[in-house]
């Protein structure tokens, strides 16, 4: 209990609490209690959480102070009353003697007189035989053991205070003393070496003793002047001091006071419920400052208001479960680790993701801000003005930064604004551009195509890995505009504070480009208060990164088709060797530099998505891919896709550290497809073929000319190809059509095992040869009249070299075994070798590492045991949240369909056949005209699709389902929106609806919603399971057989788990695109008795359990009329 000193505020406020009190205001307080609070004057202690309770019920009376010291009336407010109160100093109560009862007064006789008795018979009756421990007390274990006098031990308990340290501390001080009269007397009788014996004998003993009295009392004067100092310190009392309150949301705190509503908060925590006030309390203590882990102490004590009331910033009214997911993402991000979030589409789910992280992020700003200027260092003497004065100091210097930084961001938004009014409809371009579209670059020389000089030495390799594509001079202003990622050079610094910030990453640019346009309506308050207080909100600083296919600004390598081509030409267009006329005038330059600034403060002034930023670098005519990574230092929010972030060459090459900073990913029921996908390379016969071809015919030009290594390093490129065209020879004579081998079958060929593949592979990379090779190869083929077949693949896109896809595979070939395999396949006559990732884990385990936080969020995340197995096995724990739905469970009905008139109902892959298609045919003829608007059917594969159409047109079941519904057919060589398009105009132009048939995890089962009139019916048939006969997931299905044995796992569980999970969250992903917002509703039917199981039901969403009731019937005449009921009862609401 905290006791305060009462203040003429205060004193002031308990009067008319007590006058009320008299008066029975609505008061049920006791006449004994206000006749305590009245007798109190100021200096009094009160307890802090009764004036709480005064302030409380004043400020719901509407009372106002109208006394003589407050001449203007002010609402009593609790930080009033505190100011100038001080921390009251609780005297300690004299210990109360015991009673003497009279039972204790007898017991005492007792053992006086036994004692008196014992000791009388030892003098009477004296026996050599001394009395053991046993004799003495009869009562007591034969096995009593006695500490202090065991293991030869005396048997005193008193501590010796004196150490070691103490006696050799005194010693030395005896020594010195000695040392001193000894050298005074010898001084002295030396001095005196004129006069007599005797006299220089009383001489020095007089001197010497002088000495001594004098180090005597000095020593003595000290020991005093410590024990005064130790009493003193003991005597003097701490005292706490309420010097300053200050309302940390002003504009919030107004209005809700205005409004009567209380700002007191109730929060109940690890010291029990606390009354909380929405302000910060600094207490002072004289010559002492707060260390900055008293301060985080604090502030974890003295909480600002609970999770549950605060503000996120939401540009609307969020709903209930928004704050929760907010909440929960808050938390997670605030304590650091892994969390997993599941928030169903149409719910908000990137608002409150922006909202939650961004909130914390200038939450956090601002608690580092106080932080430091809390722990500002001076020595415990110092004056507190001169503590006060050193914290203002910090103070603006960090807003001085902040305000010089934005100063430059105000003037490029000036000039955007400006440049939008004056530009209507301008389409100029500047010099630098029009330079490149007039420029017209050939490679006619054959001489471009020749291999430079290389090095095969390792010091050499090492060297050229380390070295920039760039010139010197270019490479030392790019890292200096920080465009290029430094290396970790001692002595260097930094120019631009890097700012914690929040990675977000989604899979697709038109994915973030949606992402952005919503971050354009979120609003937040500055995360460096200002010293005017003037400044209710602070643009936030964004920057959309892109690869070079979505940024590059240069016609002649834009047009290319391929990421890996136009990154292999822009690559090109930076060699030192490239002649200068021919380089790409975008790139950044020292002449440039300036330019480089500007795409900066223009890129952080206004939230722009990655076609902006384009647009940006086509205006200013600098290259927005390079100059972009200027931006990321100073960026709160970076945008960027997949592969820019789970790759850790490209993070590399951006200059991207991940140390500390929060990464969200968006739709991440992708995440783990997406992962191995990245690592995952193959390779096909015919790109083998043609890089063969193209070496041959590069050697068979260049042989006499190409120098030592290059002519070695080239030869053993082929004699590597001859032998993995060796073993697919082998694989085509197979009967089967798809297995695996290993990396020693592949390279079984003559002489490979004496290659080293690292060098091989720097090599292709270093030097080039696969641009160089197919550059050339293109340019002389059509003239070659030897080389038709060459010619002819050359006449089409050969905008990705072969030799690329071949050094990727080569690079696996290095992989350690456990974590990937390598499978063949063939299909129409072509064989295929690929290397597929096994284990994801490790490749995203530095993600996790590095970030404070990492946040996986996304619709359907169920079921999420999958990624705590598979992503995560390394974590004893994790953060997972999956909130409701908006619309109530009466707005969505779920049934399983689990038999029909025949029996029941089961789409196995061995039952699926033409009487499987009919009855689904028959059930849907039932299902339709209970249906009015849009029925989607989704099905396993599209092989069932192929064959559910063919049944259908034969027994005429399509035409009786076309006079009920117009019917669409999702189709693997049509677009998905031109399908999509013709449904949603036979939705709006018929009133009975129309059906859509499509594929589980086909195009129309994501990323397009079936808001409203277009899904009032989802029907599921079947599980779409993988096919688990597949060479690939065989391989995986044993590996994580094999981990969880490891475990202690029973053998075959965790691979079936997995292959139910995958097959469930694709099932989820596709109802999941039917309830769009709080007013839709929809039904959905599961048409397979598979899906009454315990063990599938649990896989489904929360959102969607609720609806589908245990007990509820899943015979197909039932279900139609509960559709039908269901239907009848929300038209008509």
């Not at 953060?879 to 369909?897: Q, Y």
């Given at each position: 209990?905290?006791?305060?000193?009462?203040t003429t505020?205060?004193?002031?406020?308990?009067i008319?609490?007590?006058?009320?009190?008299?008066?029975?205001?609505?008061?049920?307080d006791?006449?004994?209690?206000?006749?305590?609070?009245?007798?109190l004057?100021?200096?009094?202690p009160?307890?802090?959480?009764?004036?709480?309770?005064?302030?409380?019920?004043?400020?719901?009376?509407?009372?106002?102070?109208?006394?003589?010291?407050?001449?203007?009336?002010?609402?009593?407010?609790?930080?009033?009353?505190?100011?100038?109160?001080?921390?009251?100093?609780?005297?300690?109560?004299?210990?109360?003697?015991?009673?003497?009862?009279?039972e204790?007064?007898a017991?005492?006789?007792?053992?006086?007189?036994?004692?008196?008795?014992?000791?009388?018979?030892?003098?009477?009756?004296?026996?050599?035989?001394?009395?053991?421990?046993?004799?003495r007390?009869?009562?007591?274990?034969?096995?009593?053991?006695?500490?202090?006098?065991?293991?030869?031990q005396?048997?005193?308990?008193?501590?010796d205070?004196?150490?070691f340290?103490?006696?050799?501390?005194?010693?030395?001080?005896?020594?010195?003393v000695?040392?001193?009269?000894?050298?005074?007397?010898?001084?002295?009788?030396?001095?005196?070496?004129?006069?007599?014996?005797?006299?220089?004998?009383?001489?020095?003993?007089?001197?010497?003793?002088?000495?001594?009295?004098?180090?005597?009392?000095?020593?003595?004067?000290?020991?005093?002047?410590?024990?005064?100092?130790?009493?003193?310190?003991?005597?003097?009392?701490?005292k706490?001091?309420?010097?300053?309150?200050?309302?940390?949301d002003?504009?919030k705190?107004?209005?809700?006071?205005?409004?009567?509503?209380?700002?007191?908060?109730?929060?109940?925590?690890?010291?029990?419920?606390?009354?909380?006030?929405?302000?910060?309390?600094?207490?002072?203590?004289?010559?002492?400052?707060?260390?900055?882990?008293?301060?985080?102490?604090?502030?974890?004590?003295?909480?600002?208001?609970?999770m549950?009331?605060?503000?996120?910033?939401?540009?609307?009214?969020?709903?209930d479960?928004?704050?929760?997911?907010?909440?929960?993402?808050?938390?997670?991000?605030?304590?650091?680790?892994?969390?997993?979030?599941?928030?169903?589409?149409?719910?908000?789910?990137?608002?409150?993701?922006?909202?939650?992280?961004?909130?914390?992020?200038?939450?956090?700003?601002?608690?580092?801000?106080?932080?430091?200027?809390?722990?500002?260092?001076?020595d415990d003497?110092?004056?507190?003005?001169?503590?006060?004065?050193a914290?203002?100091?910090r103070?603006?210097?960090?807003?001085?930064?902040?305000?010089?930084?934005?100063?430059?961001?105000?003037?490029?938004?000036?000039?955007?604004?400006?440049?939008?009014?004056?530009?209507?409809?301008?389409?100029?371009?500047?010099?630098?551009?029009?330079?490149?579209?007039?420029?017209?670059?050939?490679?006619?020389?054959?001489?471009?195509?020749l291999?430079?000089?290389?090095?095969?030495?390792?010091?050499?390799?090492?060297?050229?890995?380390?070295?920039?594509?760039?010139?010197?001079?270019?490479?030392?202003?790019?890292?200096?505009?920080?465009?290029?990622?430094?290396?970790?050079?001692e002595?260097?610094?930094?120019?631009?504070?890097?700012?914690?910030?929040?990675?977000?990453?989604?899979?697709?640019?038109?994915?973030?480009?949606?992402?952005?346009?919503?971050?354009q309506?979120?609003?937040?308050?500055?995360?460096?208060?200002?010293?005017?207080?003037?400044?209710?909100?602070?643009?936030?600083?964004?920057?959309?990164?892109?690869?070079?296919?979505?940024?590059?600004?240069?016609?002649?390598?834009a047009?290319?088709?391929?990421?890996?081509?136009?990154?292999?030409?822009c690559?090109?267009?930076?060699?030192?060797?490239?002649?200068?006329?021919?380089?790409c005038?975008?790139?950044?330059?020292?002449?440039?530099?300036?330019?480089?600034?500007?795409?900066?403060?223009?890129?952080?002034?206004?939230?722009?998505?990655?076609?902006?930023?384009?647009?940006?670098?086509?205006?200013l005519?600098?290259?927005?891919?390079?100059?972009?990574?200027?931006?990321?230092?100073?960026?709160?929010?970076?945008?960027?896709?997949?592969?820019?972030?789970?790759?850790?060459?490209?993070?590399?090459?951006?200059?991207?550290?991940?140390?500390?900073?929060?990464?969200?990913?968006?739709?991440?029921?992708?995440?783990?497809?997406?992962v191995?996908?990245?690592?995952?390379?193959?390779?096909?016969?015919?790109?083998?073929?043609?890089?063969?071809?193209?070496?041959?015919?590069?050697?068979?030009?260049?042989?006499?000319?190409?120098?030592?290594?290059?002519?070695?390093?080239v030869?053993?490129?082929?004699?590597?190809i001859?032998?993995?065209?060796?073993?697919?020879?082998?694989?085509?004579?197979?009967?089967?059509?798809?297995?695996?081998?290993?990396?020693?079958?592949l390279?079984?060929?003559?002489?490979?095992?004496?290659i080293?593949?690292?060098?091989?592979?720097?090599?292709?990379?270093?030097?080039?040869?696969?641009?160089?090779?197919?550059?050339?190869?293109a340019?002389?083929?059509?003239?070659?009249?030897?080389?038709?077949?060459?010619?002819?693949?050359?006449?089409?896109?050969?905008?990705?070299?072969?030799?690329?896809?071949?050094?990727?595979?080569?690079?696996?070939?290095?992989?350690?075994?456990?974590?990937?395999?390598?499978?063949?396949?063939?299909?129409?006559?072509?064989?295929t070798?690929?290397?597929?990732?096994?284990?994801?884990?490790?490749?995203?385990?530095e993600?996790?590492?590095?970030?404070?936080?990492?946040?996986?969020?996304?619709?359907?995340?169920?079921?999420m045991?999958?990624?705590?197995?598979?992503?995560?096995?390394?974590?004893?724990?994790?953060?997972?949240?999956?909130?409701?739905?908006?619309?109530?469970?009466?707005?969505?009905?779920v049934?399983?369909?689990?038999?029909?008139?025949?029996?029941?109902?089961?789409?196995t892959?061995k039952?699926?056949?033409?009487?499987?298609a009919?009855?689904?045919?028959?059930?849907?003829l039932?299902?339709?005209?209970?249906?009015?608007?849009g029925?989607?059917?989704?099905?396993?594969?599209?092989?069932?699709?192929?064959?559910?159409?063919?049944a259908?047109?034969?027994?005429?079941?399509?035409?009786d389902?076309?006079?009920?519904?117009?019917?669409?057919?999702?189709?693997?060589?049509?677009?998905?929106?031109t399908?999509?398009?013709?449904?949603?105009?036979?939705?709006?132009?018929?009133?009975?609806?129309?059906?859509?048939?499509?594929?589980?995890?086909?195009?129309?089962?994501?990323?397009?919603?079936?808001?409203?009139?277009?899904?009032?019916?989802?029907?599921?048939?079947?599980?779409?399971?993988?096919?688990?006969?597949?060479?690939?997931?065989?391989?995986?299905?044993?590996?994580?057989?094999?981990?969880?044995?490891?475990?202690?796992?029973?053998?075959?569980?965790?691979?079936?788990?997995?292959?139910?999970?995958?097959?469930m969250?694709?099932?989820?992903?596709?109802?999941?695109?039917?309830?769009?917002?709080?007013?839709?509703?929809?039904?959905?039917?599961?048409?397979?008795s598979?899906?009454?199981?315990?063990?599938?039901?649990?896989k489904?969403?929360?959102?969607?359990?609720?609806?589908?009731?245990?007990?509820?019937?899943?015979?197909?005449?039932?279900?139609?009329?509960?559709?039908?009921?269901?239907?009848?009862?929300?038209?008509?609401?």
């Amino acid at each position: 209990m905290v006791r305060i000193t009462v203040t003429t505020a205060a004193k002031a406020a308990i009067i008319k609490y007590c006058e009320l009190g008299q008066a029975g205001n609505a008061y049920d307080d006791d006449q004994a209690r206000l006749n305590n609070l009245a007798a109190l004057d100021v200096g009094s202690p009160i307890d802090h959480a009764e004036l709480m309770r005064i302030a409380k019920s004043l400020r719901a009376s509407r009372v106002q102070s109208t006394g003589k010291s407050y001449d203007t009336p002010t609402v009593w407010r609790l930080d009033s009353l505190l100011r100038g109160s001080s921390i009251a100093q609780q005297s300690t109560p004299p210990v109360a003697k015991p009673r003497q009862t009279a039972e204790y007064k007898a017991l005492m006789r007792k053992l006086r007189a036994d004692e008196e008795r014992r000791q009388y018979d030892r003098m009477t009756h004296a026996t050599t035989v001394p009395e053991t421990f046993s004799q003495r007390f009869p009562h007591a274990p034969g096995y009593g053991f006695n500490p202090a006098t065991s293991h030869g031990q005396t048997g005193n308990d008193e501590d010796d205070d004196m150490t070691f340290q103490d006696v050799n501390r005194q010693m030395i001080l005896i020594i010195n003393v000695l040392i001193s009269i000894i050298c005074c007397s010898v001084f002295i009788w030396v001095a005196a070496r004129r006069w007599s014996v005797p006299q220089r004998l009383g001489l020095s003993m007089s001197g010497s003793g002088i000495v001594a009295f004098a180090e005597v009392a000095i020593y003595l004067g000290y020991i005093k002047r410590l024990g005064d100092a130790k009493q003193k310190e003991k005597k003097a009392l701490e005292k706490k001091e309420v010097v300053e309150t200050w309302v940390i949301d002003k504009a919030k705190t107004s209005s809700s006071v205005t409004k009567n509503e209380d700002p007191l908060r109730l929060r109940k925590g690890k010291h029990g419920l606390v009354d909380l006030h929405d302000t910060y309390v600094r207490f002072q203590r004289p010559s002492c400052e707060i260390s900055a882990e008293d301060f985080r102490q604090a502030r974890s004590i003295v909480n600002l208001t609970t999770m549950a009331n605060k503000d996120f910033h939401h540009p609307f009214e969020p709903y209930d479960i928004q704050l929760q997911f907010m909440t929960a993402i808050y938390d997670c991000i605030e304590q650091g680790g892994i969390g997993i979030f599941e928030s169903p589409t149409g719910t908000g789910k990137s608002f409150s993701l922006i909202c939650s992280s961004l909130t914390w992020l200038r939450e956090h700003k601002r608690r580092l801000f106080d932080e430091a200027s809390a722990t500002v260092e001076l020595d415990d003497d110092e004056p507190d003005w001169m503590s006060e004065h050193a914290k203002a100091s910090r103070q603006r210097e960090m807003r001085q930064m902040r305000e010089d930084f934005e100063a430059r961001l105000n003037v490029a938004r000036e000039k955007e604004r400006k440049l939008k009014e004056r530009a209507a409809g301008s389409s100029s371009t500047s010099k630098r551009r029009k330079l490149a579209t007039d420029q017209h670059v050939t490679t006619s020389d054959e001489d471009d195509f020749l291999l430079d000089d290389y090095e095969s030495d390792d010091d050499r390799q090492a060297a050229s890995v380390q070295r920039s594509t760039y010139s010197a001079e270019t490479s030392k202003l790019m890292e200096r505009l920080g465009i290029m990622h430094r290396g970790n050079q001692e002595g260097e610094t930094s120019e631009v504070v890097e700012e914690l910030k929040v990675f977000f990453c989604s899979r697709t640019h038109s994915q973030l480009s949606q992402f952005v346009g919503e971050l354009q309506r979120v609003h937040l308050p500055p995360g460096m208060p200002s010293e005017s207080d003037d400044k209710s909100e602070e643009p936030l600083k964004h920057v959309s990164l892109g690869s070079r296919k979505n940024l590059c600004i240069n016609p002649k390598v834009a047009k290319l088709h391929s990421q890996t081509a136009v990154n292999e030409r822009c690559v090109e267009l930076q060699q030192s060797s490239t002649p200068a006329d021919q380089k790409c005038p975008f790139l950044p330059s020292k002449e440039s530099s300036d330019l480089v600034l500007d795409f900066r403060d223009h890129t952080l002034a206004q939230i722009r998505d990655i076609e902006d930023l384009a647009n940006l670098g086509s205006r200013l005519g600098i290259c927005p891919y390079y100059a972009s990574r200027s931006a990321i230092a100073p960026a709160e929010i970076v945008t960027l896709p997949y592969p820019l972030l789970l790759q850790k060459t490209a993070r590399d090459a951006l200059g991207i550290s991940l140390k500390g900073h929060i990464v969200v990913i968006d739709e991440a029921h992708n995440l783990m497809d997406a992962v191995e996908g990245i690592y995952s390379v193959e390779v096909s016969s015919a790109q083998l073929q043609r890089a063969r071809e193209a070496l041959l015919v590069y050697l068979q030009k260049f042989r006499n000319r190409l120098k030592g290594s290059n002519r070695v390093y080239v030869t053993q490129v082929v004699r590597v190809i001859d032998s993995m065209l060796q073993y697919v020879h082998e694989v085509d004579a197979m009967a089967t059509t798809g297995g695996t081998f290993q990396p020693s079958q592949l390279l079984a060929g003559k002489g490979v095992d004496q290659i080293n593949l690292t060098k091989l592979i720097r090599y292709i990379g270093d030097s080039k040869l696969a641009r160089k090779v197919e550059g050339y190869v293109a340019h002389v083929a059509p003239s070659e009249n030897n080389s038709a077949s060459l010619a002819k693949s050359y006449d089409g896109d050969v905008n990705v070299p072969s030799l690329t896809s071949i050094q990727n595979f080569l690079a696996t070939l290095m992989n350690p075994s456990n974590e990937g395999n390598f499978f063949w396949n063939k299909q129409h006559g072509a064989s295929t070798l690929r290397y597929m990732l096994l284990d994801p884990s490790e490749h995203f385990r530095e993600i996790v590492e590095d970030a404070r936080a990492v946040i996986l969020a996304g619709g359907t995340m169920s079921p999420m045991d999958d990624y705590r197995q598979r992503l995560f096995p390394y974590l004893p724990s994790l953060k997972t949240f999956s909130c409701g739905h908006l619309i109530p469970t009466s707005s969505l009905l779920v049934r399983a369909v689990a038999s029909d008139e025949s029996g029941p109902l089961e789409f196995t892959f061995k039952a699926r056949s033409s009487e499987t298609a009919r009855r689904i045919g028959q059930a849907l003829l039932k299902i339709a005209p209970q249906v009015q608007g849009g029925l989607v059917v989704f099905l396993p594969s599209y092989a069932t699709l192929k064959q559910v159409a063919a049944a259908w047109s034969s027994e005429s079941i399509t035409a009786d389902l076309a006079k009920i519904k117009p019917v669409f057919w999702d189709n693997q060589t049509e677009s998905a929106e031109t399908t999509f398009k013709e449904y949603s105009q036979a939705i709006n132009t018929n009133r009975h609806g129309a059906v859509m048939l499509s594929v589980i995890g086909g195009k129309l089962s994501e990323g397009i919603n079936f808001a409203d009139d277009l899904g009032r019916c989802v029907v599921v048939v079947g599980l779409p399971f993988p096919n688990l006969q597949t060479a690939e997931w065989k391989a995986r299905l044993k590996y994580i057989d094999n981990v969880s044995v490891a475990r202690g796992e029973a053998s075959g569980k965790a691979g079936r788990e997995h292959a139910e999970n995958v097959c469930m969250r694709a099932v989820n992903q596709a109802v999941g695109r039917v309830i769009r917002h709080k007013s839709d509703w929809a039904s959905i039917l599961l048409m397979d008795s598979r899906y009454n199981q315990t063990r599938i039901r649990g896989k489904l969403p929360g959102w969607i359990k609720k609806s589908f009731a245990d007990n509820s019937t899943s015979d197909l005449g039932h279900v139609v009329e509960d559709l039908a009921t269901f239907n009848k009862g929300r038209r008509s609401a």
